[in-house]
């Protein structure tokens, strides 16, 4: 039973709440597709938002939440105290399920996994490289459940040996850092060979429910959507972020490129902007302390970290879209409104279940 909503907000119509007047063969046929999924988060539909460092704050997460999703916090290069702020306020806006992403090599992991368990956090979502030694575990004596993300098949059975309690499989087509091979391919290479044994999400490139179904179809327990709810009438992105997603195609995210192979950069799907030209000068500027000895490999990822964190904050919060980094994913060209994120919700649901009717020749 869902708990009374606090008084601190009005609970809004869900997306399943306002899909039932038109329920179709195809809505229940997805209901069933996602039953892994939904009883895994404990939402209405098993789609998840993706954490978006300062997109994915209280606002967007409990929306997310209160419309049936399942919202999750990028806590980024938070502190402690931060994420502790964080959560306490996204408490006060949703009585549902949301999760909380941590990056594996922030300094202060095992605090922030302390104050998620605090908090009672019931889904850690680890991203950024295996984990280290000893975070899952502790994770799951909270009685949390841990959800990875791997690049590769023999990837996946590692984290499943580790313990961990989900996946979610994200393709190239992301926005964000991301790693070289599609969403397809990924979900044809994992899915057959390890969503018996636990439920996997996919991620990447996906803008409309017609792809979500295809992927549940697939065996997929559910999907994660980043790009799609940048635009939602309650994420607090800057006017200038969300409207340079709604005037771009999907040639305009592109990757980053890496400049120096002795430093490992992670590449990034941003929109093309003169910050491509400040991250290059940024990497020889790196390269430059390695070459010196003045710092550590670690320190030198770091300083990437940080620098994309910094040029984020500039396009999302002060709205400087040609300095700052616009990340967006290849589904951007989808993005073509401002609209509640609800409404957004019930499009996928929609599109998803015509498309698993017209499929059963409903």
């Known amino acids: 039973m869902t708990p009374p909503p606090s008084p601190c907000y009005s609970a809004p ?28 988060l404990g939402s209405e539909v098993a789609i998840m938002a993706g ?17 049936g999703g399942f919202g999750v916090i990028a806590c980024g290069a938070m502190t402690p105290e931060l994420l502790d702020a964080e959560i306490a306020a996204t408490k006060a806006l949703t009585t549902r399920p949301f999760g909380v992403n941590l ?29 280290p030694g000893g975070a899952i ?61 636990l439920p996997v999400f996919v991620a990447g490139g996906i803008g409309r429910g017609e792809a979500m179904a295809g992927y549940l179809e697939m065996g997929a327990a559910g999907v994660q959507l980043g790009t799609r709810f940048v635009c939602a009438t309650e994420c607090i992105a800057h006017p200038n972020f969300k409207k ?21 950069v992670i590449p990034v799907r941003a929109l093309k902007n003169a910050a491509g030209e400040l991250f290059t000068a940024k990497q020889r500027e790196v390269a430059q302390l390695l070459d010196d000895g003045k710092v550590e490999m670690m320190e030198a990822q770091l300083q990437i970290e940080h620098y994309w964190a910094g040029a984020l904050r500039r396009a999302v919060i002060d709205g400087d879209v040609e300095h ?6 290849q589904s951007v060209g989808m993005v073509t409104k401002e609209e509640p994120l609800a409404d957004i919700l ?13 499929r059963s020749g409903g």
């Open 137 to 197: 575990e502790r994770i799951k004596g909270s009685g949390a459940k841990v959800i990875c993300f791997p690049p590769t098949l023999a990837f996946a059975k590692k984290l499943i040996r580790s313990g961990v309690d989900a996946l979610v499989i994200e393709g190239m087509e992301a926005g964000g850092h991301i790693g070289p091979v599609s969403t397809s391919v990924l979900a044809q290479e994992i899915l057959p060979a390890v969503a018996s044994e």
């Open 244 to 264: 340079a997603f709604i005037r771009a195609s999907a040639r305009d995210a592109t990757a980053s490129v890496q400049i120096d192979p002795r430093l490992p």
């Open 51 to 67: 954490a978006m460092s300062w997109v994915s704050e209280r606002n967007l997460v409990s929306a997310m939440s209160n419309a």
């Open 13 to 40: 119509m869900t997306t399943l709440e306002a899909t039932a007047p038109t329920a179709s063969i195809g809505h229940d046929r997805l209901a069933r597709l996602m039953k892994r999924g939904t009883d895994f």
């Open 346 to 358: 019930k499009s996928l649901v929609d599109e998803g279940a015509k498309a698993l009717e017209r």
């Open 103 to 131: 990056i594996t090599m922030h300094p202060m992991l095992n605090e922030l996994i302390d104050v998620c368990a605090k908090h009672g956090v019931g889904h850690v979502v680890l991203a950024g490289g295996l984990p």
């Open 324 to 329: 700052g980094s616009v990340m967006a994913g």
